[in-house]
């Protein structure tokens, strides 16, 4: 019996056992259909005692030898994540599962927004813990990244509004279980799994604005999320609605993109290797910087590496830093992006006809490939710049204050009064669903700052709905 259940050893959360009546019981994490997991267990009977003695303590010494797995955690709750039912979601599924696993948790309900951000910044005494957690949403995990990437900074005395300076990887994971669908994140708890992934640091000038993990997007997605958020009462609807009425307006914007091209064996975005778990690209990135660690740090422009510069006008701009697939674009914005490379996928969407953008949306949603226009560029990129036409104009003339005075008092009114029919000067970019206060900005790449409880993107069919319910 010990045998067999060697074989799953790196799945075994839990195991309790009866003294008197002979038997022991083995929880553990089976795989089902869609990529979801199902917590099970396997009892054991045995006449003699100290046969079940022995069962018993030789799974526990197994166990004991995966020094992966989390012991001590800190657990963040949103309330109103899955419904308002986040808090019964952790007490009634997730809790019992951290006890049989033997894990000890310290659970905060968080009472307003940044709430986990702030006590992970200043407070929270992590040196006893192994991990963090949060149970909620986009915005609890965002909340938790900035904060522990913000604590990490501070300890190891790095200026985050510095872009000369490297920032400190986190030695603590994280941890998300969504509050809807929550068994395809509490397996990769139970067995230590560990993920790297890379963030993008947002700056304006000398001033640190934002981390990004997944998606920054100017233009279009700016446009849609800005409107979205003056529609918030109408629920989820308000972003077909906003992305109906963004396409219909059609509005591009000027600008100058500059950026610092990927090397070496980073592959392109077009060459179809996706990121999955064990990504060979990934782990080469984590190989190299092993390597590098051992060697003087060269700046980019010691190293000799070339910006390019692209001017023109853009219907989009966006930054890919994973696949960003979901139901509605099964491949995602950038099919080949990968989480751990230290790069982010550069898109350009160059002006065009109403129909031709439609088209390049269209082709997120099946199996053609989105790039394939003559007004779309994608790049590979470690950093990148962008700077808006109207500041451009500001920094290069100095207008004179007699005809400056009436053309600024006439754009203010283009702004406020759209029926016009002026072009508005620029976007704003959304970052990971959040607006940012500024448009001109610079984006560096980290690689591998930080580490998530998980397994890596697996394999699965390009139309199946990664949200369907999973079994408990």
């Given at each position: 019996m010990i045998l067999i259940m060697q074989v799953t050893f790196y799945l075994v959360f839990g195991i309790m056992w009866h003294f008197h009546l002979c038997f022991s019981a083995v929880f553990y994490v089976e795989r089902m259909r869609q990529h979801c997991w199902r917590c099970s267990n396997v009892t054991f009977h045995c006449s003699e005692h100290s046969m079940c003695l022995l069962w018993v303590q030789?799974?526990?010494?197994?166990?004991?030898?995966?020094?992966?797995?989390?012991?001590?955690?800190?657990?963040?709750?949103?309330p109103y994540g899955g419904k308002q039912r986040g808090k019964q979601i952790y007490d009634h599924k997730v809790a019992p599962i951290f006890s049989r696993a033997s894990v000890s948790t310290d659970v905060i309900v968080t009472e307003r927004a940044n709430h986990a951000r702030d006590h992970l910044k200043t407070e929270a005494d992590l040196k006893k813990y192994d991990g963090v957690v949060c149970v909620g949403g986009d915005g609890m995990f965002s909340e938790m990244m900035h904060g522990l990437v913000s604590r990490t900074q501070r300890e190891a005395g790095v200026d985050e509004n510095s872009m000369e300076e490297t920032l400190m990887p986190c030695g603590l994971r994280i941890g998300i279980i969504p509050a809807a669908c929550f068994f395809k994140s509490i397996s990769a708890f139970s067995a230590g799994d560990s993920q790297p992934m890379d963030v993008c640091s947002v700056h304006n000038e000398d001033s640190f604005l934002r981390y990004s993990v997944s998606l920054l997007g100017y233009g279009f997605y700016g446009d849609v999320l800005t409107d979205s958020e003056r529609k918030r009462w109408m629920g989820p609807a308000r972003y077909d609605i906003s992305g109906v009425k963004t396409f219909l307006s059609h509005r591009y914007y000027e600008g100058t993109v500059s950026f610092l091209p990927a090397e070496g064996d980073s592959g392109t975005p077009r060459d179809k290797m996706q990121c999955r778990s064990g990504c060979s690209i990934c782990l080469q990135t984590s190989s190299d910087q092993l390597v590098s660690k051992n060697e003087d740090s060269v700046s980019d422009a010691e190293c000799g590496d070339t910006w390019t510069v692209i001017r023109g006008k853009f219907l989009a701009i966006n930054a890919a830093s994973m696949s960003c697939a979901c139901p509605r674009s099964p491949k995602g914005l950038s099919p080949s992006a990968h989480l751990a490379d230290g790069t982010t996928d550069l898109i350009l969407v160059r002006k065009c006809s109403r129909l031709n953008f439609l088209c390049h949306l269209l082709r997120h949603t099946n199996k053609e490939d989105q790039f394939d226009h003559s007004f779309v560029e994608v790049y590979r990129v470690k950093q990148f710049r962008f700077t808006p036409r109207y500041?451009?104009?500001?920094?290069?003339?100095?207008?004179?204050?007699?005809?400056?005075?009436?053309?600024?008092?006439?754009?203010?009114?283009?702004?406020?009064?759209?029926?016009?029919?002026?072009?508005?000067?620029?976007?704003?970019?959304?970052?990971?669903?959040?607006i940012l206060p500024h448009t001109a900005i610079q984006v560096l790449v980290h690689s591998q700052l930080i580490k998530l409880f998980a397994r890596g993107i697996e394999e699965q069919p390009v139309f199946e709905d990664p949200y369907a319910q999973c079994a408990i």
């Open positions: 030789t799974i526990r010494e197994q166990l004991a030898l995966l020094t992966n797995r989390p012991k001590n955690l800190l657990v963040y709750i949103n500041q451009e104009c500001d920094s290069e003339v100095d207008l004179r204050e007699s005809g400056a005075t009436g053309k600024r008092f006439l754009s203010q009114i283009c702004r406020e009064h759209r029926a016009c029919g002026c072009m508005p000067s620029q976007s704003n970019w959304n970052c990971d669903g959040e």
